[in-house]
């Protein structure tokens, strides 16, 4: 009997573009191991890989926490979280209710780990806070100009924006959404929301019965070898009625939670783009307040997702936010996101805007690009997820803030009703599971968008990669609006996707020119990021010894040319003899690329020392 | 002896961060940018922790000169185990041209309030780099300094000092009350833990103006111009020393 159109046009494109790996092709991938083979010099020191119940070095010490009962906990005080922090504060405002939210987030300072375009939908801050403008918000740049175009290596192929086409962005804002995120932390603030920056959420806590109670904040003093020092405290515990989960994309909590409560079950996995963005303070006469610019293309060939962004901000100074995205299902391990992104700005269409500027901040994030294909269970008894956690950026509009914001106002509407009045001294036994929320949500604007789009990503994945995508995109999405009855898969797992490095040909990268395109050191110095050095390195290696014999001898170490941030490198070993791993812990942006590219998915990226990490300045 | 310790502590732009100049040269941006409290301040915040933990004083008092923003300052140092805060206000224009002479008159009128047996700075801010504020309140209040400090012991009615100087390490005893400024290796500061943090907020921070204590603002310096130090310039090799003495000469440097 025939297959249905819809399922035989699925499962096509699902066979077309993905390789079926074949475990035997490339050796059984090796099964996680507690302690690295005798010969593989020890790398991971943290107590996540070597626990600390087991080591000598910890007998005696003092591991009980302190404990403190809130209404709310939410962890992440991004978009997601600080919309949900809000709208929970207003709801009880307004039935004269007191209850305590408290925000945990590790940036030193609320907006100092956000990086993001951004071209502002404001529709989900319309309905949060519609006095934004009377508040200050810091939406002072309508889009006025929409340039898309395709790029060759010299030339432009201009592609006309009509409305209706999602990249369309008439009534929108070019924001530098780390001071929205500031802002909207100040908000939160004169509402009474408690906001703990620079405290890191690192480990969830569960009732006896399994429901989630909360959260553990870091440890702090821990040495680089993992013995403890002087300074040594542990974290707090904070319990909660229900926790809300808004860490942003491939959040290491989450990565835990699908795992514990088997979330990930009728989805696809997710799959991720790297986006990396520089600010720069161009010349007054290449200035165009405004102006927003879109490109596909060049450097990028055409099976691989991904494109530029280059946004005229007006807030002053005549300054413009660009950057590159690159999806994380290519496959090719010489690609370097970081090297494409400094080459594209010499391209003839962009250097000009560029010329005799002066760059004035770096940094780097992964994204969702998985849309509802991908989107897990999204609650689970004491907990929910919101923003770009499940992940709910509309990938061809590149917008995902203003979905993430509504799921937080879901989520707290969702929650509000549900909260007991807590007793003094009185704590629950078990954590609430809030269904109602998933329910909110697909029935809310944010499912109908998504719905709409789901394909356009997905139809990449053919032989003519970007251009097949354009076609599509054009026909169903233009002209039928997402109506299609067919929803096609993604290709699996973005760390399934690399061939074999002796499959493919190095590129050969021009040199940074040092005025337009920079070299990635000097690069990473300008995201201002630190870290307390003496603490275990937070790129934590479950088998210290698959890197050299997996990743290096059948990659070519491709982690030492996704990271955007220099924070792996293979060198030689001491006698000379060979290669190992070194791993730069504290040049880490927190962009999560490593953890979720990483072919041998060995890399697991835990959350360091709260205050560690960029400190992006509106970024 | 009262037994009551005075910590100035600053707020400065974060070591780790990228500092830029402002386009019209009248400073560096602050705006939106990452601030912690200055390395030293948290030394010397430590450090009185530490001697009020072994019952050689009753009361550290965490004071900070500045705008709205040094409270988030103050709190670190309540966290860090400070009992109570001051907070001398200077508007955001005044604090551009806030200096060491000021603040020193600052602390200086403050210690003869507060009846402080010890003042406790860091030795320099890493921002202004001056490294002044400590000897000037010293002689404003006619008390002795222990400057450079990487040990410090209290006793009855004096101090015994390690100071860090440039020939290796010199003690010196001094009198309370006395000033001093902590160096590097004083101690380790202790972190500012979440608990800490939720009880600094019952702890008390107090609200004074810089004309109540009598102090006039105005400063004698006025900042003409901020730029960035020069670009490091590629060196050039030479071939052999006539080239060397060559290229010496045409840079009129012999």
């Known amino acids: 009997m025939m297959k249905p159109l819809s399922k035989q046009l699925s499962d096509h494109a699902a066979e077309l573009r993905c390789p079926r790996l074949d475990p035997g092709a490339l050796g059984v991938r090796p099964t996680a191991r507690r302690w690295a083979s005798s010969d593989a010099p020890k790398i991971t020191t943290h107590y996540s890989i070597h626990p600390r119940d087991q080591d000598p070095r910890w007998e005696g010490t003092e591991m009980e926490r302190f404990a403190d009962q809130a209404d709310v906990v939410v962890v992440g005080a991004g978009p997601a979280g600080l919309s949900a922090a809000i709208r929970l504060k207003q709801l009880a405002l307004a039935e004269e209710r007191e209850v305590r939210v408290c925000v945990v987030e590790k940036a030193s300072q609320i907006g100092a780990h956000t990086l993001s375009g951004a071209c502002l939908e404001p529709s989900a801050l319309n309905e949060l806070l519609p006095d934004w403008k009377e508040r200050g918000a810091p939406l002072h740049t309508p889009v006025t100009e929409d340039i898309f175009s395709i790029l060759t290596e010299k030339h432009r192929i201009p592609v006309p924006m009509l409305p209706g086409l999602p990249m369309n962005n008439h009534g929108n804002y070019i924001v530098r959404l780390g001071n929205l995120v500031r802002w909207l932390g100040e908000q939160a603030e004169e509402l009474g929301v408690e906001l703990y920056p620079g405290y890191a959420a690192a480990e969830v806590l569960f009732h006896e019965d399994g429901s989630v109670k909360g959260i553990a904040t870091n440890d702090v003093g821990i040495a680089k070898d993992g013995s403890p020092k002087d300074t040594f405290e542990r974290g707090m515990e904070l319990h909660a009625q229900v926790t809300l989960f808004g860490e942003g994309c491939h959040g290491h909590l989450a990565k835990q939670l699908y795992r514990h409560f088997n979330l990930r079950q009728n989805c696809e996995p997710q799959t991720y783009a790297i986006g990396l963005k520089e600010v720069w303070v161009v010349r007054p006469e290449k200035w165009r307040p405004g102006r927003v610019e879109h490109s596909v293309g060049w450097p990028l060939n055409r099976n691989t997702y991904g494109g530029s962004f280059l946004y005229h901000l007006n807030e002053g100074e005549p300054l413009v936010a660009l950057g590159f995205v690159v999806g994380l299902d290519y496959s090719n391990p010489y690609l370097s996101p970081f090297r494409e992104f400094q080459r594209w700005k010499h391209h003839p269409f962009v250097a000009p805007t560029l010329e005799g500027g002066e760059r004035i901040g770096y940094g780097a994030r992964a994204l969702n690009e998985g849309g509802v294909q991908s989107i897990p269970e999204l609650t689970f008894p004491g907990g929910i997820l919101i923003g770009c956690s499940p992940g709910f950026m509309n990938v061809p509009k590149i917008k995902g803030t203003h979905t993430a914001m509504k799921s937080g106002m879901l989520a707290a509407e969702a929650v509000f009703p549900r909260l007991a009045v807590l007793e003094e001294d009185s704590a629950p036994s078990a954590g609430l599971h809030v269904p109602e929320y998933a329910e909110s949500l697909k029935a809310s604007w944010v499912w109908k968008e998504l719905h709409a789009v789901r394909n356009i990503r997905p139809s990449f994945h053919n032989y003519l990669g970007l251009y097949g995508g354009m076609v599509y995109t054009g026909i169903f999405y233009w002209i039928l609006r997402g109506k299609e009855p067919w929803t096609l898969k993604h290709c699996g797992l973005d760390s399934d996707q690399l061939k074999p490095a002796k499959e493919c040909t190095p590129i050969e990268y021009p040199r940074p020119d040092g005025k337009l395109s920079f070299d990635l050191l000097s690069s990473v110095a300008l995201s201002g990021t630190n870290h307390e050095g003496d603490q275990p390195a937070h790129l934590t290696l479950r088998d210290d010894s698959v890197p050299v014999e997996r990743n290096l001898a059948i990659y070519d170490g491709p982690e030492q040319r996704f990271c955007p941030a220099g924070v792996y490198e293979y060198v030689p070993t001491d006698d000379g003899a060979g290669m190992r791993l070194q791993i730069n812990a504290q040049n880490c942006v927190h962009c999560k690329t490593c953890d979720i590219k990483d072919p041998s998915q060995n890399i697991n990226w835990v959350v360091p020392e709260g205050s560690g990490g960029p400190a992006y300045n509106g970024m | ?254």
């Open chain 2, 1 to 254: 002896m009262s037994g009551r310790v005075l910590v100035g502590v600053k707020r400065v732009i974060d070591y780790a961060v990228k500092i830029r100049v402002k386009p019209d040269h009248s400073g560096v941006v602050t705006e939106g940018v990452k601030h912690s409290m200055n390395p030293f301040c948290e030394i010397a915040v430590e450090e009185a922790v530490k001697m009020k933990e072994k019952k050689l004083i009753k009361e550290v008092v965490a004071v900070s000169c500045g705008p709205q923003q040094v409270q988030e300052t103050i709190r670190t140092a309540l966290a860090m185990g400070a009992d109570r805060g001051i907070h001398v206000e200077v508007s955001a224009k005044e604090y551009e041209s806030l200096g060491p002479l000021q603040v020193s008159k600052i602390l200086a009128a403050l210690a003869k309030k507060e009846e402080a047996q010890l003042i406790i700075l860091g030795k320099q801010a890493i921002d202004g780099d001056c490294n002044q504020t400590g000897q000037m309140t010293a002689a404003l209040l006619d008390w002795p300094q222990g400057t450079f400090a990487s040990e410090v012991t209290l006793e009855a009615g004096h101090v015994k000092v390690v100071r860090e100087i440039d020939g290796g390490l010199e003690t010196i005893k001094i009198n309370t009350p006395a000033v001093l400024t902590a160096d590097l290796r004083l101690n380790t500061p202790r972190y500012a833990t979440l608990p800490n943090i939720m009880k600094a907020k019952k702890k008390k921070i107090a609200n004074v103006k810089p004309a109540d204590l009598g102090v006039e603002l105005a400063s004698k310096l006025q900042v003409l111009r901020v730029d960035e130090p020069p670009q490091r310039e590629a060196g050039v090799k030479v071939e052999s020393v006539d080239d060397l003495v060559g290229k010496l000469k045409e840079a009129g440097r012999i």
